[in-house]
Each structure stands twice: as structure tokens, then as C-alpha cells.
């Protein structure tokens, strides 16, 4: 179900850039994602979504955008992504995301955007625009095989359509990188899925890769998790809470050597760990009067 509803804010912001992804304010135009991924921790309860198949559309997001961003003293990063894709399908209808991005250009804010969609190329022209200031495209990549992502995230762009989607933003000039997270204990977490994650972001020209080597669950989350795991690898589910148990973080048993295979790999194709940052201009020096 698509509702329609009023935003109080737009922005939130942090007195410091986040140190992994650089982002000093986000946003996020949508409540709910319709790429349905089974291991997205925005279900969990703290983040008060009461139906995560619901996708909340906040029509006021651009007046209220256009004013929050006028009143700020100081200019940042603003992220897209953290809580539901700017590129879920919905946007294909409101180009909320387009206009968010239009008013950014306009007052010349930089932008880190995480997406799953390759729908990001609808607006090359404004994220070209933006990079006059800085802007970076980060595409979640748990997995090259189109199958496996079919069942891990049912209804977002295949992992093949991503990386289309990134070699085009390189082909023009504006940093682009993989977000390898999270990889799911028992299903990504393998040698072999590494290698071809970074090799495949080395043939489409990405600039970076950040990844982080586990998952979270967490109540609601944890449930609606093992279900899927239930419906498509019956056994694995048990397999995890003999494992994990009730913990937050679950980590693969492998992942000091997952680790180190990835850090050779990016270092052999010369493929950053880190995402890029936004670096303001430096104040004109106050001339003296002597």
C-alpha cells in the first residue's frame, strides 16, 4: 500500500560527518521500501515503520527540504538511502527524489546517494551537476549472483542492472562505489563471493568499496528473517539461532580471513576502502589594513 503523508522535518544532522559514509545530514523522502530485501534491519521496532510493505510518501518533502536547507550555517553531505532506497519503484510516480536533487544542485549542497536501482540514471544530468560541488553514488552489492539476489532482495534492480548502472556514472566522471553489506553468515560468505564482488566492481569502474562483513537482527527483523530463510533454505534458520542465538551482530566464523582476502583483492585492483569526502572550500583569507 502507497500512502500520502505530511513530514515535520526533512533533515537530520550530526555535528561531524559520519565516519563511514561521510554524511553530515540525511534525508529520506520515502518511509518503507518496496525493493522487500529479507535482511533490511528498517524493520526492526525502534524505527516505529508499523508495516515495512507500506510505503509512506512524504508530498510536503520539497517545500520543507528547500527551507531546512536555507537556514543552514554550515554546508555538508547530504545521504540519501539510510532507511529506504531514494529509488524504490514509487519514485518512478512522485520524482520526489528528482526534485530533492534539483533543489540540491540549485543551492549547490554535495550528496552521497545509496541505492539499490539502477534508476539513478534518470537524473545523470543533476548528479553531473552536483558533482561541480561533490557528489557520490554508492550501490549495495551483497552478492553478484542475479539468482541469490533474487531471493535476498526480491523486487530491487538484479545486482547485473547495478552494475550497468555504476560503469555509465564512471563513464561520466562521478565517483561510484559498492556498499558490500551486509553479507548474510552462511550465504555470502564465502571466498568465492568476495572475489567476485570486487572483480566485478573493478571491470564497471568503481572508485570504492565499504564493506562490512556480517548481519544485525533485532526483534521484528530477526522474525520476519528466519521466515524467508524458512520458505527458500529450510534448516537455516535453526542453523542460525544455534549460532547466534538472540545477538545483534552476527558475524561469519570466517571473517578475519573474509577480511583479509578482501583487503588483497582491493589492493591488487587498486580499488579504495574507504568512500570519498566532501571537502568545503577554504574561507578567503580577511585581508589585512596595514
Not at 552489492?141 to 560503469?167: C, G, K, M, N, V
Not at 564482488?197 to 528466519?226: C, K, M, W
Amino acid at each position: 500500500m502507497i500512502r500520502e503523508i505530511q513530514a515535520k522535518t526533512m533533515l537530520s544532522h550530526r555535528k561531524e560527518p559520519d565516519p563511514w559514509f561521510g554524511v553530515k545530514y540525511n534525508m529520506n523522502i520515502y518511509r518503507g521500501c518496496q525493493h522487500q530485501c529479507i535482511y533490511c534491519d528498517s524493520r526492526s521496532e525502534c524505527y516505529q515503520i508499523e508495516d515495512f510493505n507500506d510505503v509512506l510518501v512524504k508530498v510536503n518533502a520539497i517545500p520543507l527540504l528547500r527551507k531546512e536547507l536555507a537556514s543552514k550555517r554550515v554546508k555538508g553531505t547530504i545521504g540519501f538511502g539510510s532507511m529506504s532506497d531514494p529509488y524504490t519503484p514509487v519514485e518512478r510516480k512522485y520524482q520526489l527524489t528528482r526534485q530533492a536533487l534539483e533543489v540540491i544542485a540549485q543551492m549547490r549542497y554535495p550528496v552521497h546517494m545509496l541505492t539499490k536501482s539502477d534508476l539513478v540514471l534518470r537524473d545523470l544530468d543533476l548528479l553531473k551537476q552536483i558533482n561541480e560541488v561533490f557528489a557520490i553514488i554508492s550501490f549495495t552489492l551483497t552478492t553478484a549472483d542475479d539468482d541469490l539476489a533474487a531471493i535476498l532482495e526480491p523486487h530491487a534492480p538484479l545486482p547485473s542492472a547495478r552494475l550497468r548502472a555504476l560503469h555509465t556514472l564512471a563513464e561520466n566522471d562521478i565517483p561510484c562505489g559498492i556498499m558490500l553489506m551486509p553479507i548474510l553468515p552462511f550465504l555470502e560468505d564465502s571466498p568465492d563471493n568476495i572475489t567476485a564482488i570486487v572483480e566485478a566492481a573493478h571491470q564497471h569502474g568503481a572508485n570504492y568499496i565499504l564493506p562490512s562483513f556480517g548481519l544485525t537482527l533485532r526483534d521484528r527483523q530477526r522474525e520476519y528473517y528466519y521466515q524467508r530463510l524458512d520458505e527458500h533454505y529450510p534448516g537455516l534458520s535453526e542453523k542460525y539461532q544455534r549460532t547466534y542465538g538472540e545477538r545483534y551482530q552476527c558475524v561469519p566464523a570466517n571473517i578475519a580471513a573474509l577480511q583479509q582476502h578482501f583487503t588483497k583483492l582491493c589492493k591488487h585492483y587498486g580499488i579504495a576502502t574507504r568512500v570519498p569526502r566532501y571537502t568545503p572550500p577554504a574561507a578567503p583569507a580577511q585581508l589585512s589594513l596595514f
